[in-house]
């Protein structure tokens, strides 16, 4: 039998297939560019070519980091671009209970604990937490949502404006088969070292609330942005402790994409809102970007054309495994 940590785990086991269940998870701080459109596209020629599910979740939980409107726009865009999910959006503001309730879990297996140390003294010892504030635990009984997630209770207790970081020395090494980057191996306490969960403004980690709804959402596969590789063993870490069987989805992280300074795409880099006058022509971009060589002939195709051809030729081992691959701003995003 597998278990958590090992590389098969998770596997799909060949005679006895688990549904196929996908997720795009955007964060609300700004509208899609033309690299959250191939990591969009990725993960649902992913889910279709396997007749699986796709859902869409709204990432957001750090409201000082939203756009106003962002959400909607995004919604707007996959829909422009043919991109359906299936079921409703699903929205992590909506879910504060879940992460609440996973952190009284994890607070009753006596892992979580109050830290005061400033991100400059981590910074300063290389980005490794020295594990200085370990005996300041927390309870469950302790933990509480913040009157608007933002700012403490007024009867704060004893954690309230500290982070809270959970120990990573046991069950920290971490083996998971990349589905484009292959074999993984990663111990967490060595890498980083306990890692925060709660932030000192009270708001739930991305770690956490990315955890927590890929199990309960029973997510299968993920494939996502190459920036997040380095997140997925503190994401495996985490479901291994919360849910019962633990069963972390397979991931597969595509290159990250960055323009021709070498700069991952991103808002803080101007990148482009991706438009939507030309949607099938920006789909066609992002197929060549992923290595599908998707034939001239549907260049000024329409979305749905260039979908159907996507799905049917879907070929994940055509994604590279680089690290980093640029994209040529100059054409439509
Ligand atoms: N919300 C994250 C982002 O926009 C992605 C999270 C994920 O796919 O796990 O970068
Ligand atoms: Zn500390």
Redesign the pocket.
Known sequence: MPKPGDAEFGDTEPGNPSPYIGRF???PTGPLHAGSLVAALASYLDARAAHGQWLLRI?DIDPPREIPGASDLILTQLDAHGLHWDGTACYQSQRLEYYLSALKNLAAQNLLFACTCTRERVRANAGQYDGSCRAHLIQAKDISIAADNATPPNNAAAHTSTSTRIRTDAHSLIAFDDLIKGPQRVDLHTAGGDFIVRRRDQLFAYQLA?AVDDAEQNISH?L??GD?LDSTPRQIFLINLLDSPATPPRYGHIPMMVNQDDQKLSKQHHAPSLELGAPGENLYHALEWLNQSPPQALLGANPDEVLDWAINHWDRGQVTSVERKPYDLDKPS
């Open positions: 998870a955007p964060s990432e990315v993920v996502r942005g997040l």
